[in-house]
């Protein structure tokens, strides 16, 4: 079974600074997928970015990127340039490569952007 | 593309009473899955359809869960006799089989069951 962990349930960052979230996962699987999503207060969740693991090449959109350490098992979030929209509930997310498509998700991290 | 929509978006109910709740996918995808999600967790995996048929169900789908996905375009998900420990969002995402790569799983706002 797949684990997602998440250890960091609140964090918090100054509008226009750069803050990490972290996230480390647990498989015996080679070929899977990892995600962040975004979930603001009492709205809906929306994928941020989305990681291959046979890519080694980190992946990048706009102000987000992830560093991915396939042996260490770690996927971070770097957000940059932090926004007031970007407080938010932030997932970890962790799909095998079997085209079932089912996610197994951390438990969040609470990411506050102060102005 | 108005995305996926569910309703209720809220449901308040009494202990024992059966419960459905609705999801409309978005147009053409052909896979949809339903979480649950309880305060301070993320999302838990319920069941996932592929067009009209239910290809898997969690451990946490009790023989009290059914869902359906009739002809393959909106799905229900009916909770029996609800307990307490039912008190959660129930999110529902689609996604289309593209043949390629996984492709991306859009979520609806989900439906906050309340069990007194």
């Known amino acids: 079974a797949q684990t997602v962990t998440q250890s960091q349930p609140e964090m918090s960052v100054q509008e226009a600074e750069t803050v990490t979230l972290s996230c480390t996962y647990d498989t015996s699987e080679s070929n899977y997928y990892l995600f962040w999503y975004k979930q603001p207060p009492s709205r809906q969740m929306i994928l941020v970015i989305r990681?291959?693991?046979?890519?080694?090449q980190n992946a990048t959109e706009n102000r987000f990127s992830v560093n991915f350490q396939k042996a260490a098992k770690s996927f971070s979030l770097k957000i940059s340039d932090s926004q007031l929209g970007d407080t938010a509930m932030y997932f970890c997310a962790f799909m095998i490569n079997t085209n079932a498509g089912k996610s197994t998700f951390g438990d969040g991290t609470t990411l506050t952007v102060k102005p | 593309d108005t995305g996926v929509s569910q309703d209720p978006r809220h449901k308040i109910t009494k202990r024992g009473q059966n419960v459905t709740f609705r999801c409309d996918p978005i147009s053409e995808h052909n896979r949809l899955y339903w979480y649950r999600q309880t305060l301070g967790q993320g999302p838990e995996f319920l069941t996932y359809f592929q067009n009209e048929a239910q290809l898997e169900k969690s451990r946490l789908l009790s023989d009290r869960f059914s869902a359906e996905r009739p002809k393959g375009s909106f799905s229900t998900l009916e909770i029996q006799r609800t307990e307490q420990g039912d008190s959660a969002m129930y999110l529902c995402a689609s996604s289309r089989l593209a043949g390629g790569p996984t492709d991306t799983q859009y979520f609806g706002p989900g439906t906050r069951l309340t069990v007194l």
């Open positions: 990681q291959e693991a046979y890519k080694q």
